[in-house]
């Protein structure tokens, strides 16, 4: 049985989840208010409807589903239907809907609605109007997000831009300035691993000396290894262009990537990608890139030219789609998820792309080596068996960063440990030929590489068994930051919860506590979704050294960028950013987020700064420094700034 599937189900997916809208432009909106009361007003529509195009009017239920909906950011907010309507209409019988007839605006309309408000009014109502819209036979829905001023609402003053941080002029220049692409090495590497990796599976290995074989039989000797050169080249360049359409996301909105990596929506998306990805490496199916392209590129391969020797690594890349494809997924999430931009995608690509075409390049310079590889068989088809398994794993992270971020309290710590023991557990039972699968023979014995991974997947397991209880052992320091936080637990009180710093969640409430106490603020720029920041947080803040400065010493403050619960309606309201585009800052996360990007130029967590209580950057800032000496010589930088 095989699943189609392309690599643009990833792309797609991350656009539809980011707000894509068909064919919106077609229906053209601007909304206002006008006062009715102290708390009644009425929104007023104005819509422009382009030629040859339909707007179904509202009030008209179409197969269950009203033709016109109100959403609002806050529950304050209500409105008391129906809409009134003006402009052209035709009544016109429509033939998606059995031709019943439907009441369509075709050119200019206005439609109004009472809208009452509950509590204070602030100074700016934010929601959005679902709609569906058509032309000839086509059907689509459409969602106009909009904000409209309200008469005589307040608005709570809420400081985004800080007019006196100078982020290049601190007072010590102490930090991570000039050092922003540290962290691309170790993206860079996780992806050569996933390159290494993802040549030991079935849809690869076997091609390699096929491949080698082509290109030092092909002319002369010199000429082949160039050849070879080049074909691992390509293959190189494939993945790094794979990453492309990522920089287009991130030049529209800097902290798009990182909306995108913490969507609670696209987290249960992957969740379900992965899984699928699992049960395919288990053999039940096999998911392909469809025959068409397969074919239509191989047959532009092969040859000395230039084109048919990247249409051969084009092939390669294609093929192996069913092998690589899940493996790839996990290095683009992994990538995002990192939160640092596209530039962290081009690195891990690259790692991948030079991974699996490295070998390649080496074995054409030294075909002797040829040799020494063992020979394909079942030993393949058990790699793949164990990645799926991994990919589980995978998949629990995924859905344990959409219960982090929505705070469902569903994943805590223990029962994702949970998980990951039984899938431990599994691998375990499968290296022993306890378990199998379609494709697998039954196993006669156990050879030395496979009795290598089954010690490791065996320790592996007993090290996780401790984070299940309620004890100091459940610490598991080797993976911080995978499962959810210390505290984020199922017992009542965790043992390991108090050894951590407890932190103020608001900024102006830090810098108040800091002019009272006379004392710096810290600021740690998180989201519930950083595994680097639960790292920090468990292994270096719980540092004596750390902890006793951060505790005596600052006003710390944790800015969670990914907070999704919203602001009070009196703070909600639309940025103007330095960029010239308008924000609507409507969460908590939307506010830090931004604070963030406009103070301190960057997007990705964890990220740290020191402050003075006048508001003055003390050094540059920090990001993620897992070496707890580092990060105590740094805070000390900023306490001496803060003395002078």
Same mark, same amino acid.
């Given at each position: 049985?095989?699943?189609?599937v392309?690599?643009?189900?990833?792309?797609?997916?991350?656009?539809?989840?980011?707000?894509?809208?068909?064919?919106?432009?077609?229906?053209?909106?601007?909304? @206002?208010?006008?006062?009715?009361?102290?708390?009644h007003?009425?929104?007023v529509?104005?819509?422009?409807?382009?030629p040859?195009?339909?707007?179904?009017?509202?009030?008209?239920?179409?197969? /269950?589903?009203?033709?016109?909906?109100?959403?609002?950011?806050?529950?304050?907010?209500s409105?008391?239907?129906?809409?009134?309507?003006?402009?052209?209409?035709?009544? @016109?019988?429509?033939?998606l809907?059995?031709?019943?007839?439907?009441?369509?605006?075709? +050119?200019?309309a206005?439609?109004?609605?009472?809208?009452?408000i509950?509590?204070?009014?602030?100074?700016?109502?934010?929601?959005?109007?679902?709609?569906?819209?058509?032309?000839?036979? +086509?059907?689509y829905?459409? $969602?106009?997000?909009?904000n409209?001023?309200?008469?005589?609402?307040?608005?709570?003053?809420?400081?985004?831009?800080?007019? $006196?941080?100078?982020?290049?002029?601190?007072?010590?220049?102490?930090g991570d300035?000039?050092?922003?692409?540290?962290?691309?090495?170790?993206?860079?590497?996780?992806?050569?691993?996933?390159?290494?990796?993802?040549?030991?599976?079935?849809?690869?290995?076997?091609?390699?000396?096929?491949?080698?074989?082509?290109?030092?039989?092909?002319?002369?000797?010199?000429?082949?290894?160039? @050849?070879?050169?080049?074909? /691992?080249?390509f293959?190189?360049?494939?993945y790094?262009?794979?990453?492309?359409?990522?920089?287009?996301?991130?030049?529209?909105?800097?902290?798009?990537?990182?909306?995108?990596?913490?969507?609670?929506?696209?987290?249960?998306?992957?969740?379900?990608?992965?899984?699928?990805?699992?049960i395919?490496?288990?053999?039940?199916?096999?998911?392909?890139?469809?025959?068409?392209?397969?074919n239509?590129?191989?047959s532009?391969?092969?040859?000395?030219?230039?084109?048919?020797?990247?249409?051969?690594?084009?092939?390669?890349?294609?093929?192996?789609?069913?092998?690589?494809?899940?493996?790839?997924?996990? !290095?683009?999430?992994? #990538?995002?998820?990192?939160?640092?931009?596209?530039?962290?995608?081009?690195?891990?690509?690259?790692?991948?792309? !030079?991974?699996?075409?490295?070998?390649?390049?080496?074995?054409?310079?030294?075909?002797?080596?040829? /040799?020494?590889?063992?020979?394909?068989?079942?030993?393949?088809?058990?790699?793949?068996?164990?990645?799926?398994?991994?990919?589980?794993?995978?998949?629990i992270?995924?859905?344990?960063?959409?219960?982090?971020?929505e705070?469902?309290?569903?994943?805590?710590?223990?029962?994702?440990?949970?998980?990951?023991?039984?899938i431990?557990?599994?691998?375990?039972?499968?290296?022993l030929?306890?378990?199998?699968?379609?494709h697998?023979?039954?196993?006669?014995?156990?050879?030395?590489?496979?009795?290598?991974?089954?010690?490791?997947?065996?320790?592996?397991?007993?090290?996780l068994?401790?984070?299940?209880?309620?004890?100091?052992a #459940?610490?598991?320091?080797?993976?911080?930051?995978?499962?959810?936080?210390?505290?984020?637990?199922?017992?009542?009180?965790?043992?390991?919860?108090?050894?951590?710093?407890?932190?103020?969640?608001?900024?102006?409430?830090?810098?108040?506590?800091?002019?009272?106490? @006379?004392?710096?603020?810290?600021i740690?720029?998180?989201?519930?979704?950083?595994?680097?920041?639960?790292?920090?947080?468990?292994?270096?803040?719980?540092?004596?050294?750390?902890?006793?400065?951060?505790?005596?010493?600052?006003v710390?403050?944790?800015?969670?960028?990914?907070?999704?619960?919203?602001?009070?309606?009196?703070?909600?309201?639309?940025?103007?950013?330095?960029?010239?585009?308008?924000?609507?800052?409507?969460?908590?996360?939307?506010?830090?987020?931004?604070?963030?990007?406009e103070?301190?130029?960057a997007?990705?967590?964890?990220?740290?700064?020191?402050? +003075?209580?006048?508001?003055k950057?003390?050094?540059y800032?920090?990001?993620y420094?897992?070496?707890?000496?580092e990060?105590?010589?740094?805070?000390?930088?900023?306490?001496?700034? #803060?003395?002078?």
């Open positions: 049985m095989r699943i189609r392309g690599l643009w189900l990833l792309f797609f997916g991350l656009i539809f989840f980011s707000g894509y809208s068909q064919d919106s432009t077609a229906i053209q909106w601007r909304a @206002h208010s006008e006062k009715s009361d102290s708390s007003y009425r929104l529509f104005d819509v422009q409807v382009k040859g195009w339909q707007l179904y009017g509202p009030g008209q239920d179409l197969n /269950g589903s009203p033709s016109m909906e109100m959403n609002f950011a806050d529950s304050s907010f409105v008391r239907p129906p809409f009134l309507s003006q402009g052209d209409s035709i009544r @016109h019988p429509v033939a809907f059995d031709n019943l007839p439907f009441t369509l605006y075709i +050119s200019s206005k439609f109004s609605i009472p809208l009452k509950q509590g204070s009014v602030p100074g700016k109502v934010f929601g959005s109007l679902d709609y569906y819209y058509g032309k000839a036979d +086509s059907f829905t459409g $969602s106009y997000s909009f409209a001023n309200l008469e005589g609402g307040v608005n709570k003053s809420s400081r985004i831009l800080i007019p $006196s941080f100078d982020l290049k002029h601190p007072v010590k220049d102490c300035s000039g050092t922003a692409g540290k962290g691309l090495m170790s993206i860079f590497l996780l992806g050569l691993l996933g390159g290494f990796i993802a040549l030991l599976t079935p849809c690869v290995f076997p091609l390699i000396p096929l491949t080698v074989s082509f290109f030092t039989k092909s002319g002369s000797q010199g000429k082949g290894k160039a @050849h070879a050169f080049l074909y /691992g080249f293959i190189l360049l494939i790094v262009l794979l990453s492309l359409p990522f920089y287009l996301l991130d030049h529209l909105d800097p902290e798009i990537l990182n909306n995108i990596s913490t969507n609670m929506w696209l987290n249960l998306f992957f969740f379900a990608i992965f899984v699928v990805f699992a395919s490496f288990f053999g039940y199916f096999e998911i392909t890139l469809p025959g068409s392209v397969a239509s590129v191989g532009k391969s092969g040859g000395a030219s230039l084109a048919g020797i990247f249409f051969m690594a084009l092939t390669l890349a294609i093929v192996s789609f069913s092998c690589t494809g899940p493996i790839l997924g996990s !290095l683009l999430v992994g #990538a995002l998820s990192n939160q640092g931009g596209a530039i962290q995608l081009s690195f891990g690509m690259g790692g991948f792309g !030079l991974g699996l075409a490295l070998p390649f390049a080496l074995f054409a310079l030294f075909p002797r080596w040829l /040799g020494s590889l063992p020979k394909s068989g079942g030993w393949l088809g058990s790699v793949k068996v164990v990645l799926g398994f991994l990919e589980l794993a995978m998949a992270k995924f859905l344990s960063n959409a219960d982090l971020v705070q469902w309290g569903l994943i805590k710590r223990e029962i994702f440990i949970g998980f990951w023991i039984l431990g557990v599994l691998i375990t039972l499968y290296l030929g306890k378990i199998r699968f379609p697998d023979s039954p196993l006669k014995k156990i050879s030395r590489p496979r009795a290598v991974f089954l010690l490791f997947f065996g320790l592996a397991t007993l090290y068994l401790p984070g299940v209880t309620n004890t100091r #459940a610490n598991l320091s080797l993976i911080s930051g995978f499962p959810p936080p210390l505290c984020y637990s199922i017992y009542k009180d965790p043992v390991n919860c108090g050894r951590g710093v407890e932190t103020l969640r608001d900024y102006e409430e830090a810098l108040a506590l800091a002019k009272k106490l @006379h004392k710096p603020v810290l740690d720029f998180t989201g519930w979704a950083c595994v680097n920041c639960r790292r920090m947080e468990e292994n270096v803040w719980t540092d004596p050294e750390v902890r006793k400065r951060m505790l005596d010493s600052f710390v403050v944790s800015l969670y960028v990914d907070e999704r619960r919203l602001l009070p309606s009196a703070a909600q309201m639309v940025y103007p950013t330095r960029g010239g585009t308008q924000k609507n800052i409507l969460t908590v996360g939307d506010k830090w987020a931004t604070f963030q990007s103070n301190f130029n997007v990705s967590q964890p990220q740290y700064a020191i402050v +003075s209580p006048e508001e950057i003390l050094t800032t920090k990001g420094t897992p070496k707890a000496a990060f105590t010589q740094w805070l000390d930088c900023g306490l001496s700034a #803060a003395r002078n």
